[in-house]
C-alpha cells in the first residue's frame, strides 16, 4: 500500500489566517483565526502549531498547498511568499489554488463561485469552462440557467439563474489541499491571483526639495 501523502494548506488573502493538514483526503487539523491584520506573523506560528499537535515536524510534508487569491492584495503576497520559502527549503512541491476553485470544489455540476470583492463588486467564476471575473451580481455574464450558486450574494444570483443556493462542500483550505494533490505533477510556482489592482495609493505628499 502506497504512504499516505501528508499535505499542509494555508491561506491568508481574506480577513483570517487560515490552514489545514491532511494525509490524502484525510483532515489531521483546521483552524481558521479571523484577524485583519498580523497575517505575517501569525502564520509560520500557526503552521507550527498544527503539525506539533499531530505529531509531525515540517519535513514530515510531502506537500504545500496555498491560497493564491483574489482577495487582499498585501494578505495573499503574505502567504504566496511562505509557501515559496518553504517549498524551497523543504524541497517538495508548493502548489497554488484559488479561493472560487476552492469554494466550488467538491460541488457536482454546473455552479458558480462568488466572492465579495468589496465596493458594491463580486469575483465570481462559473465552473466548468469559465473564466474569474470582477463584475456585480447583477452583471455577471453568461449564466447558465440552473446553476448552483455558492457564496457571497448566491441567492440574488441564484434567482437571476433559476438556480439553487449551496454552502461549499470543504472548508477553504481543506478544499486546497485536496485541489492541491491533483496538480502536483508539472507544478509550477504559486503566484498571486489578482482581479483587480493594490488599493494603496501613491503618497500625496509633494516630493523633497533637493539642496544645491
Not at 488573502?13 to 484525510?26: K, M, V
Not at 510531502?62 to 517549498?87: C, H, Q, S
Not at 473564466?131 to 440552473?146: E, K, R, Y
Request: charged share 20%; aromatic share 4%.
Amino acid at each position: 500500500m502506497p504512504p499516505e501523502t501528508l499535505v499542509l494548506a494555508f491561506d491568508t488573502s481574506a480577513a483570517h489566517c487560515a490552514a489545514a493538514l491532511l494525509s490524502d483526503d484525510r483532515v489531521l487539523a483546521h483552524r481558521t483565526e479571523p484577524m485583519e491584520k498580523g497575517q505575517a506573523e501569525r502564520l509560520l506560528p500557526l503552521l507550527e502549531e498544527m503539525l506539533a499537535g499531530a505529531g509531525l515536524v515540517w519535513r514530515d510534508l510531502d506537500l504545500l498547498a496555498v491560497g493564491t487569491g483574489p482577495g487582499n492584495f498585501t494578505g495573499v503576497r503574505i502567504a504566496v511568499a511562505a509557501a515559496r520559502g518553504l517549498a524551497l527549503g523543504l524541497k517538495i512541491p508548493a502548489v497554488g489554488v484559488t479561493a472560487l476553485e476552492a469554494m466550488a470544489h467538491g460541488i457536482a455540476g454546473d455552479r458558480v463561485a462568488l466572492m465579495d470583492a468589496r465596493r458594491g463588486l463580486i469575483y465570481a467564476q462559473v465552473f466548468d469552462g469559465g473564466s474569474a471575473t470582477l463584475c456585480t451580481a447583477d452583471t455577471l455574464p453568461d449564466l447558465p440557467a440552473g446553476l448552483t450558486c455558492i457564496g457571497h450574494d448566491a441567492a440574488r444570483v441564484a434567482s437571476r439563474c433559476q438556480g439553487r443556493v449551496a454552502e461549499p462542500a470543504f472548508p477553504l483550505t481543506v478544499a486546497m489541499a485536496r485541489i492541491a494533490r491533483t496538480r502536483t505533477l508539472g507544478a509550477i510556482r504559486p503566484a498571486p491571483f489578482y482581479l483587480r489592482g493594490a488599493d494603496a495609493a501613491p503618497p500625496s505628499d509633494p516630493p523633497p526639495v533637493i539642496l544645491p
